[in-house]
């Protein structure tokens, strides 16, 4: 993110350690809300974690081909962490999507 500042995470995660392998490498950051305006949603509730490449973008990475059920396993995360110290019916009037 070269010129722009690192969102704040409301997860336990640090550039240069992959949140899902651990690996520690050089990582990429991921909107855990993404697409049709979500990523502002995700920076403004701190619903991000650094990645590295093959986790994020592989096959089997979040954007990748098979990578559908670790998506929704990090947004039920995200979720519940987030609610934890806000209401569900608050994630609801921002999110507008349901992933517990």
Known sequence: MKGRRRPKSILTTEPGTCYICQKQVLTECHHILHGSGY???ADKLGLV???CHECHQGT???H???G???DMDLKRIAQWTWE???SHEEWMR???RNFL
């Open 49 to 51: 974690v650094y990645l």
């Open 94 to 96: 921002i999110v507008g």
């Open 84 to 86: 934890q110290s806000h």
């Open 39 to 41: 990523r502002k949603i």
């Open 64 to 66: 990748g081909k098979n």
């Open 60 to 62: 089997d990475g979040i």
């Open 68 to 70: 559908h059920e670790r």
